[in-house]
Every structure is written in C-alpha cells, then in structure tokens.
C-alpha cells in the first residue's frame, strides 16, 4: 500500500504530543481523507493537502502541550524561589555572575550589530557600489589605494555600460562658512553632490521634490536639523543662504537625518557642478581626483563581469587626456556600500571606518562571555549537589522520577537566567550612556519598544537556563539516594575534573583577554613616543578658511611673530602627520617604467624648520636663493631609494601642475601618515601661497596668552570666521582613535571578565572550604598550622590559575600578533606581557580565594568537628 | 458542575449517538453532518485528546486490523463521568430552550 511510507518525523511528532491510540486514529482519519482526495485530485495535489493538514491538526495539540506544561511548571518555579531564599549567598553570586555576564553579552552585541548594520538602511544597498581606485606603481613596491576618483567618471560609465542605471558623484567640501542673513555657522563639511544622489541613496525628503530639488545650479539641500539651525520652525523652502564668498543658494528641499549608521552623513548638499564653477576647475578632467563616485546596479547585474570590463574602460577614456603619464598604471574597482564601513581602509575615506577584525573578535567575546556566565552557573550548581544531594535522595526514595528532577533542576536554572536577564537589563540601560561615549556611537535599547529584541531576549534567557541548567540537572538528578543519603558524593574525579577545566577556560579568557589589553597599551605606548619624525608639540593649527587669510598670509605671519610668545609660524597644504595625496613623480625626460607613485605637499620657506624635520643633504628651502622661488623640492630619503636616484640633490622634478624645479635636499624619512602605513616616497614643494593650515609653533608657558594673541590677529582679518584652533598632537591622536577606541573596549572586558571568573572561584572555594570542614578539623586537631591548611586549600585552585596562563599564552601570543600587523611600526611582543598577565590574574584569584580559605583555616577544630 | 466548550460538547453527543461505531472519521462526519460545516481535523482532534485525558472518554483498539496502515481502529466510547456529564448538558441545554418559539422560520436555520 501507499501508506506503507510513513513518515516517521511526523508520527514522531504526534507521538510526542499524544498517546498512541489518539495518534492511531489520528493518522487513520488523515490517512483516510488523504485516500478521498487521491481519487478526486489526484496524488500530487493529495500529498500536499495531507500535508497541510497534518500542521493544522498537530499545532492545536502541541499549543494544548504548552498550556499543560505551564500549569505543572508553576510548581517547580515556587521551588526554585524557596531554594533561592535557603541559599542567599549562593543565589546571589550565582545571580550577579550571570547578569554580569548577560549585560557584557549584550553591549558587545548591540555595537556590534550596529556596526554590521552601516548602510545597509538603503533600500537599493545590495546594488550599490562605490568605485576606487588602485594605482600601482612602475618600478617601486606598493600601489596607492584612494577612495576618490576622477570627475568624469560617473557619467562616462552610465553612458558605457547598460547595467550601470545611475551613478553619482560627491565631493566633501570641509569648514564652509554659511551665513543666513547676520548669522555665521561653520559647516564642517558640504556635500557637492549630483541630482542622481536620491535616485541611488534612500535619503527621504521632508520637504522638497527629491528629483528636481539639485537642478537648479544655485540649489542647497539641508537636512533637518541643519534646516531647524538656520530657520528654527519657519518654512525653509525658497530661504536663501549664502556662502562660498558671497554666493546666494536657495534652499530646494529638507531630507530627513540620516541614521548614524552611514558610512557618510551628509547635512548641506550643493550641486556638483556649481561647485566645480566656484573651484574653476573642469568635471571632465581625467587628472585630478577627489570626487567619490557612487553608481546603482541593474538588478541582476553580475559586479564581477563589470568590475573586469573596467580596464579596458579606462584605456578608452584615460590614456587620451593629456595630464596622465606613465607606467604607474590605474585600476578601478567596486566595493559594495555595505562592505565599506567594515573593510575599507584607503586613502581619504570619508570618515574613519572601523574594521571588520576588532567586530570579529568583539563578536568571538561577546559569545565567550555568554559561555563564562554559564559556565560559572553549571560551576556552582554542580560544585552544591554536596547539599541539593540530599534533597535529591529523599526526593528518589519518596518516589520521584528522574525527569521531574531534571525539570525541577531545569526550572530553577530557567528562573535564575530569567531573573538575571532582568538584572542585566538594568545594568545595560545604566550604562549605555557611558558606553556610547565611550565607543562614539548612539546606540539605543528598549526591549519595551522593540518587539523583535524583546523575543531575542527570551530566546537568550532560554538559552542560558537550558545551556546552563542541562548539565547540573542531569548530574544531580542521577545520583544514586543511597549514597547520597550516606553522605558520599561530590568527590568523584568525573565531576572535579570538569569543574577544574571550567575554571582553567575562565582563566584562560580573562588572561587573554589582559594580555590584549596589555600589548594595545603598549602599543599605543609606543605611537605616542614613538620619534615619528617630526615635532609634535607646542604647535597650535589654524585651518585657513577665508580668502583674506590667504591673501594677506605675509601680513598675517609678520604680525604673529612680532609676538615673543610665538616662535615661528608656517603654513602648508597638509600637515606632516596625514600626507594623503599622492601623483606620479615624473623629471624631464623620464621613462614610464622609472617613474613610481610619490606623496606630496606644498609648503612654504618655514615649514621644515617648524616641525624640526631633519635635511641629511643638501639644505632647506631658502630665501637667500631667489631660484627657490620658481620651484625647489625637498624629497624624503625613500624617494631617493625608490628613485634609485645616486646624486639626488640638482635633479629635476615635476609637480603635477607642471611646475618643475630641482631637488634642493634630502628630509630624513619622517611618518607622512600614521604608524600603520609604511613611510612612501614623498617630495615636498616651496608654494608658499598654496595653505590650508596654519602652523605655531609656541612657547609653551604662555598658552592663554598666546592664543588670545593668536584670536586677535585671525579676527581682524577674518572677522565672519569664528576662531577655533586644535593642538597639533591632539590631531595626532586623532589617527589612532579606533585603535584607542578598541583598546578601551577591550580593558572593560577584562575588567568584566576578571569580576565574574572571580565571583565563580569565590563560590567554588566557599564550597570547597565547607566541603572540607571535617577534614581541616581533624588536621588542625592533628597539629596542622594556619598557614598550612590555607596552602592546602588555596594551593587547589592556583594550580588550575596556573595552567590556564600556560594555555591563553599562545592563543593570546596569535590574536595580538596578527593584530600588531596592521602596523607597520609596532612594538616586539615581550614576554614580560604574558607574565605580567597571568601574574594579575593569579593574584586576583589568590585575593578571591584567600578570603574563604582563610575563614576555614582560622575557624576552631572544635566547631567544625561537632558539626553533625 | 463545570461547562464544556461548545466543540467538546458536540463531540461528547457525536461519540453517544455513534455507539458501537465511533472512531476518527464517523466522529470527524458526523460533527460536520450535525453542524453542516467542514471540520478541520485539528478542530476536532485536540478537544478530542481534552476530552479523553479528563476522563469523559474511553478509547479501546478493535480486535482486527484496520484499514490504513494496518493498525487496529480505535473505538471510542463515553465513561459514566462523560455520560453523566452529556445529560448534565441536555438538561441545561432543555432548560435554556424551553418555551423559546421556533426562530428558525424567521430567521432561517443554516
């Protein structure tokens, strides 16, 4: 017969809910119905109706199951309340270690969901894609990496290729001053931006049409918060703002605030094109890059096909423009928008990504410290089966089965869980604030208001009762009543060795956790001291926003250091910490194959001077040569090896406007961008009118003056500016801030990780000490000492400390090496760390253990021996 | 004396008027007979499992093999508790409808 082709997955089902006859029947009404719609139907249509019936007639029976369970359940709660109250000191250590553990579970989750979450709000997310570009280099090693790419670009691959439906471009103006009517704000960054923005972005508007809001060339778009800065609650729509030296805008639309999980946040959007009128520059110029290039993809467009198609792409477009030589060949490529605040690290990002290692490893402790909290429960709950033995053995002899125990066990572990979830609900609330500052994020949790987290709670509680509770309940619930009753139990070897590896995985954790934690600080250590090259101290930096800033620089320096306060001032296009732009260097009558990617800058005469950079040949720029004047460079000594160059002072070179000069000398290598970057070729050009910092190098006793004098001066020539300065090694830090970040992340689990391995050894040896009262009261009767039964208890634990050290050295040894590689100047692992970590691991486990231990040790023979 | 709900109370006089042959599908057609509505199986099954761990019902396999499967059919029958319980309800239920005149003219009966 058909029916012969049970299925058992089914019937099992049933089983589990119903009694075998309830099943019988149950299946020979389907099975009958099934036969009925056979011969009207036919089998196919049959099969798939006894299937859906199947569902309906089992989903009834299981939602009856649950009711029944609940209603038998009410009982083991009420004992597992009472077995709280009898043992309130257990209860509460068992209580914190697991809320503790819950609510470190938590925040890590919540950052890092949220960093996983970065643009992935967009609707079209999986179809966007930003293009980079790679150059790399002819005869040196290594290729540049850039975020930004060329003006003509975006349009030339929508009219290239079909599957690309839109592209746009952006270019991020900084410090842009508004005015709106008598009012000034600094806008610390303006976006350029094409009208196809909101075709591809999910940016809604508020007010406005989001397709024809940039057409107009003299259109700014606001977000609403800008919106409300500049208009409070008037109607922002046809108001006019001006900027960019008096230019009027008129306000075409207000789009909501984008989520702070965008790896760009804009606020003040100006069209691409009028931007490039007010720059003079051309957008169809192949040469200069600093324009993002966004683009959506068909659906079903296949990225890989495209990406490879892109080479021949800019054969087409580049190779006949004029201002692109050489064999420092240029490749573009995608990166999905949702890959970019995780793996992106290129030059010129748009804000400082994170990166995917620390949300992998954050991911791996979050999961740890869940593992910890239940294991601590299982630690405990198993370490008292001494006392909930008894328990279990009257319980047996009166006649309980062993899956009511298990349940019962299985209950209170599901009520302990419950209750700390509540608690390290609590906790996660008190200390999100803290935490947002902490990691510079807005993360927010409301369980109340947010159904799916509120689900993902109970799962978790689930989990851990379960997780938690499963081991202890089997254990317990197998012992045998009469030995339990006889009072032999607990000291099995199965069940020592177990709590013995639980407490050496804790160990290990919190050591590898210290260790981290240690060599971030190191290294961090070692960056700040690090000679980088350059002077980082006493320089204040000014950024030159105004137009009468750089037209009146001479005066502006003249008047600065007429002041005895201020030693020298320079100005220079970037500063020497974060030297992010980079061309070809190219000398009259170069070859394609000589020429490598170099870094550059333009300085002005006392820019080197300034920063104590070093010239190991030749001299420094120089008023008293008036050839300087008309083009001089300065190369790094990596320039001269890259070059191959064997007499570098004399040769020419040419900046990429096309300027060329000589190479006046030779600067000692200094780090142009941060420690995790190699030091690359760089020159550096005299252009003393071409600055966007200022630099003041001052005289350190004198700060409030000398800023107050500084304020003045920059007022009277830039009255609408407000004056706002930073230190130069407060921007230096600044590129260190992930790193910095990561490492306060990681001293909070330590810190987490040590409270709860702790509160699980301080139960351990509270129980262990009770376990042995009789023993240590005979000894003490026999002669022991103090010091000697406090050895003898403590010694029990400290070896496990120990071998941990021995286990989460190599694991720790792994994790921070891979990690120091994202430097390319890092400190030496030393193993002064490792010792160092287990060292306060141990001492901290010897605090812990101490305290109990001590206790049994002193407590009068006499007592512990009438205990009965 | 507690209520059923309405689908235990129309299974309990399903399985009596039955007799000697209730099992899954004479219960399952006559309750759609009686009320003329299609019944899922789940509808019916899990009042049916109620009933029968509360005692209202008894169930004993039948002597040969049944149809589906092999398996012997189930017969199910009313213990005194169910008995006693279904002329509990025909009182109440007499009580509640006596002297009402007939609606079903007037209203229309299905």
Redesign the interface.
């Given at each position: 017969?058909a029916?012969?082709k049970?299925d058992f997955m089914r019937t099992g089902i049933l089983f589990k809910l119903?009694d075998t006859?309830?099943a019988?029947?149950?299946?020979?009404?389907?099975?009958?119905?099934r036969?009925l719609d056979r011969s009207e139907k036919g089998p196919a249509i049959a099969a798939l109706r006894h299937s859906l019936?199947f569902i309906?007639?089992?989903?009834?029976?299981f939602?009856?199951s649950i009711l029944e369970g609940l209603k038998m359940g009410q009982n083991d709660i009420k004992m597992a309340f009472r077995n709280f109250r009898k043992y309130k000191e257990y209860s509460f250590l068992n209580l914190i270690g697991l809320a503790a553990g819950l609510a470190a579970f938590l925040l890590i989750s919540l950052y890092v969901q949220y960093e996983w979450s970065f643009d992935k709000y967009h609707e079209n997310a999986a179809r966007i894609f930003r293009v980079v570009r790679d150059k790399s280099a002819g005869n040196a090693a290594g290729s540049i990496k850039s975020a930004v790419t060329p003006a003509p670009l975006a349009p030339a691959l929508v009219k290239e290729f079909p599957e690309v439906v839109s592209a746009t471009r952006f270019v991020i103006v900084p410090r842009v001053l508004v005015a709106q009517g008598n009012e000034h704000f600094l806008e610390q960054e303006v976006f350029a931006a094409d009208p196809q923005t909101f075709d591809i972005f999910s940016i809604p508007f508020l007010k406005g049409d989001p397709r024809t809001a940039l057409q107009d060339p003299s259109a700014i778009i606001l977000s609403e918060r800008t919106a409300v800065k500049y208009f409070g609650h008037d109607e922002p729509i046809g108001r006019v703002l001006t900027a960019f030296d008096g230019s009027a805008f008129k306000v075409a639309g207000v789009f909501k605030n984008m989520p702070g999980n965008s790896h760009f946040i804009m606020d003040v959007i100006i069209p691409y094109e009028t931007y490039f009128k007010f720059i003079r520059s051309s957008t169809t110029n192949w040469g200069s890059n600093f324009s993002y290039t966004y683009l959506l993809m068909r659906t079903g467009g296949n990225p890989q096909a495209f990406e490879k198609k892109l080479d021949a792409f800019l054969d087409k477009y580049m190779d006949t423009s004029q201002n692109v030589p050489s064999s420092a060949k240029t490749t573009l490529s995608l990166q999905p928008l949702s890959k970019i605040h995780l793996t992106s690290h290129r030059d010129r990002e748009m804000a400082a990504n994170n990166d995917i290692v620390y949300i992998l490893l954050f991911s791996s402790v979050a999961v740890l410290f869940l593992l910890i909290a239940c294991i601590n429960y299982m630690n405990l709950a198993t370490a008292r089966s001494a006392r909930r033995g008894r328990e279990v053995g009257i319980r047996k002899v009166v006649g309980a089965v062993r899956g009511q125990l298990i349940k019962q066990f299985l209950s209170e572990a599901l009520v302990m869980s419950t209750l700390a979830m509540m608690v390290s609900v609590i906790i996660v609330l008190l200390a999100l604030p803290a935490f947002n500052r902490l990691i510079e994020r807005h993360l927010t949790f409301n369980p109340a208001a947010d159904p799916l987290l509120f689900i993902e709670l109970i799962g978790i509680t689930a989990f851990v009762g379960l997780f938690s509770g499963g081991y202890p309940a089997l254990a317990i619930s197998a012992l045998r009543p009469i030995a339990v009753l006889k009072g032999v139990f607990a000291k099995s070897a199965k069940g020592l060795a177990l709590r013995n590896i639980l407490v050496v995985v804790q160990f290990s954790i919190t050591i590898i956790a210290l260790v981290i934690t240690f060599v971030a600080r190191n290294q961090m250590q070692f960056v700040k001291n690090r000679d980088v090259g350059y002077d980082r101290n006493q320089i204040v930096i000014l950024e030159a926003d105004a137009r009468a800033v750089v037209r009146n620089i001479q005066a502006i320096k003249t008047a600065l250091r007429s002041y005895a306060g201020i030693v020298s001032v320079a100005t220079s296009h970037l500063l020497p910490n974060n030297i992010n732009e980079h061309t070809t260097a190219r000398w009259p009558g170069s070859q394609p194959e000589e020429q490598f990617p170099i870094y550059y800058n333009m300085v002005d005469y006392d820019f080197a001077d300034l920063y104590g950079i070093k010239i190991v040949q030749g001299r420094n720029f120089s008023r008293e040569f008036p050839s300087d004047e008309k083009g001089a460079f300065l190369v790094n000594e990596t320039a001269v090896k890259t070059g191959g160059w064997a007499s570098p002072i004399g040769r020419e070179l040419i900046h990429w406007e096309g300027k060329t000069g000589k190479i006046v000398g030779v600067m000692k290598d200094f780090h142009l961008r941060s420690l995790h970057q190699p030091i690359a070729p760089l020159y550096i050009v005299l252009d003393p009118g071409r600055f966007s910092y200022i630099s003041i190098k001052i005289q350190s006793d004198r700060i409030p003056e000398v800023l107050k004098v500084i304020k003045s001066v920059m007022t009277k020539y830039s009255p609408a500016y407000p004056f706002e300065y930073t230190f130069f090694d407060d921007v230096f830090a600044r590129a260190y801030q992930t790193e910095q970040r990561m490492m306060a992340i990681f001293g909070m689990i330590a810190l987490l990780s040590v409270i709860v391995a702790c509160l699980g050894l301080f139960g351990l040896a509270s129980f262990a000490a009770e376990q042995r009262t009789k023993e240590i009261g005979i000894r003490k009767v026999l002669g022991a000492s103090n010091a000697k039964i406090f050895a003898l208890l403590a010694r029990e634990f400290l070896k496990w400390v120990l071998l941990s050290g021995v286990i989460a050295w190599p694991a720790a040894y792994l994790i921070t090496q891979k990690w120091l590689q994202n430097f390319s100047y890092h400190v030496r692992l030393s193993a002064g760390v490792f010792v160092a970590s287990l060292a306060v691991a141990f001492m901290i486990a010897l605090m812990t253990v101490s305290s109990q231990s001590i206790k049994a040790a002193l407590a009068k023979p006499i007592n512990s021996l009438k205990y009965e | 004396m507690n209520f059923l709900s309405r689908i235990e109370e129309t299974l309990l006089l399903s399985i009596w008027k039955l007799r000697d042959n209730a099992?899954?599908?004479t219960i399952?057609e006559q309750v759609e007979k009686d009320t003329g509505i299609r019944w899922?199986?789940?509808?019916i099954?899990?009042p049916?499992?109620?009933l029968?761990k509360n005692g209202y019902v008894a169930?004993r396999?039948a002597k040969e093999a049944?149809?589906?499967?092999g398996?012997?059919?189930?017969y199910?029958t009313l213990t005194p508790r169910g008995k006693e319980k279904l002329a509990f309800l025909q009182t109440v239920t007499c009580a509640l409808w006596a002297g009402v005149p007939s609606l079903r003219d007037e209203f229309g009966g299905k």
């Open positions: 017969m029916e012969r049970p119903v006859e309830m019988s029947t149950i299946r020979e009404d389907l099975a009958h119905q036969s019936r309906v007639t089992v989903l009834p029976l939602m009856d | 099992y899954g599908i399952r899922l199986s789940g509808a099954y899990a049916l499992n109620r029968k169930s396999p049944g149809e589906y499967g398996r012997p059919r189930i199910y």
